[in-house]
T-cell receptor, first 114, second 115 residues
Framework: KAGVTQTPRYLIKTRGQQVTLSCSPI?????VSWYQQTPGQGLQFLFE???????NKGNFPGRFSGRQFSNSRSEMNVSTLELGDSALYLC?????????????FGPGTRLTVL | DQQVKQNSPSLSVQEGRISILNCDYT??????FLWYKKYPAEGPTFLIS?????DKNEDGRFTVFLNKSAKHLSLHIVPSQPGDSAVYFC??????????????FGKGTLLTVNP
């Protein structure tokens, strides 16, 4: 069974631009969560989607948004990029969203904002 | 507001010895706790978990202990092996309100097992 895939793996943007990251979950998984990892803050929860509905959202500004499609693939968008948005963005999929022992993370997208 | 804290950024142990990684939490709504292991350039991988109705869970060389009254959990690795060298994240989840459908992570502890 294929794992969680994230595209692109690396991205360089400049301040003020916007970016869209993509996550394809494991087949059959309907929950997708997004996390931001930075050296100073560790892993921080962005949002979780299940059947195209956002069920929980972390404490990030409105510049961070996401969506999920009917095939469970998910995208997250960051508008008006700031230097502090440089981070590793991880997505994780699971069958239902609370079965964490069956939750798998992708390798992440490394975003650098110049 | 760090609800899950891993106060040791790094830990170094000898191969064959016990590794003990600690984690504290402040949110009493958390009822499920997990440990993840992360190698560079990879996503975290699930290691072991424990529900708040238990105080211990074992899986091979890995044991997690939960002390609810102290809001403290620990991961024991016995015996430690060089391949265990990685960053270990403690995470917590709850069944209601803001803790639902999300994991709150600590900042991680870098474990180095020396041959």
């Amino acid at each position: 069974k294929a794992g969680v895939t994230q595209t692109p793996r690396y991205l360089i943007k400049t301040r003020g631009q916007q970016v869209t990251l993509s996550c394809s979950p494991i087949s059959g998984h309907r929950s997708v969560s997004w996390y931001q990892q930075t050296p100073g803050q560790g892993l921080q929860f962005l949002f979780e989607y299940f059947s195209e509905t956002q069920r929980n959202k972390g404490n990030f500004p409105g510049r961070f948004s996401g969506r999920q499609f009917s095939n469970s693939r998910s995208e997250m968008n960051v508008s008006t990029l700031e230097l502090g948005d440089s981070a590793l963005y991880l997505c994780a999929s699971s069958p239902s969203g609370r079965d964490y022992n069956e939750q798998f993370f992708g390798p992440g997208t490394r975003l650098t904002v110049l | 507001d760090q609800q899950v804290k891993q106060n040791s950024p790094s830990l170094s142990v000898q191969e064959g010895r016990i590794s003990i990684l600690n984690c504290d939490y402040t949110n009493s709504m958390f009822d499920y706790f997990l440990w993840y292991k992360k190698y560079p350039a990879e996503g975290p991988t699930f290691l072991i978990s424990i529900s708040s109705i238990k105080d211990k869970n074992e899986d091979g060389r890995f044991t997690v202990f939960l002390n609810k009254s102290a809001k403290h959990l620990s991961l024991h690795i016995v015996p430690s092996q060089p391949g265990d060298s990685a960053v270990y994240f403690c995470a917590a989840s709850g069944r209601s309100g803001g803790s639902n459908y999300k994991l709150t992570f600590g900042k991680g502890t870098l474990l180095t097992v020396n041959p």
